[in-house]
């Protein structure tokens, strides 16, 4: 075959590849919240707080909220996108084999009660002696640095002492859907038995929420 056949060839497969695949349209933004009041329709469990001059859903230590909406027009997927911000010593992949630290410590989100994220985040140091992994931007039990994927890892600690920040993580989800309604639960299982305020020593918290839905052509 020559080889102006193989080119006009390849330019009819890339065309009929593309004229086969189905792009995303009329994207339906149908929760936005920055959380400056508690929205009681359509949330459960939802706490609100102060964070470096803005309000936060938060702060959660083992703790959860939901938002919950029905009466969604028609739509094949729906996009969830947020800020996430974790707070002070996250231990991430580490199973707590010393008096020091504790793990793994686990976040979570699901649709509908389907697991969509269930991994882990560490706020510690990354050196040749000392490492404590965490799974993001991958689900647990994926290895990977701390702060790998952070948007910004420099934020003010909620507590007072050596090493407490705070990471930053803009989030973003594309999950199958097509249900007339839908729950979304941010939730986490954070282990840190060792010591006495577990709030102060790690917790998490969510800004800038925006629910869409999307359909297909």
């Known amino acids: 075959m020559s080889y102006i056949k193989k080119v006009i060839m390849g330019m009819m497969l890339l065309v009929l590849l593309t004229s086969c695949q189905k792009t995303l349209q009329n994207e339906n933004e149908i929760f936005q919240s920055t959380f400056d009041i ?10 609100l707080s102060s964070y470096n001059g803005n309000n936060v859903a938060g702060f959660y230590n083992n703790g959860e909220f939901s938002v919950n909406l029905s009466n969604l027009a028609a739509h094949d997927f729906i996009k969830i996108s947020f800020n996430l911000y974790i707070h002070d010593f996250w231990d991430g992949n580490s199973t707590g084999n010393s ?24 706020n510690t140091v990354c050196n040749e002696i000392y490492c404590l992994q965490q799974s993001f931007p991958k689900n647990y039990p994926w290895q990977y640095n701390p702060h790998t994927g952070v948007a910004n890892q420099n934020l003010p600690g909620r507590c007072a002492g050596g090493g407490s920040i705070t990471s930053l993580y803009r989030i973003e989800k594309l999950v199958k859907h097509n249900g007339g309604r839908v729950s979304i639960r941010f939730s986490d ?12 020593d790690e917790s998490w918290s969510l800004d800038n929420l925006k629910i869409s839905t999307l359909r297909t052509n």
Not at 191 to 199: E, L, M
């Open 38 to 47: 508690i929205d009681p329709l359509n949330t459960t469990g939802l706490t």
């Open 189 to 200: 299982l954070l282990k840190q038995s060792n010591v006495p305020d577990q709030t102060c």
């Open 99 to 122: 008096e020091v630290v504790t793990g793994p410590d686990i976040w979570r989100m699901e649709v509908d009660n389907e697991q969509i994220i269930n991994t882990t985040f560490s």
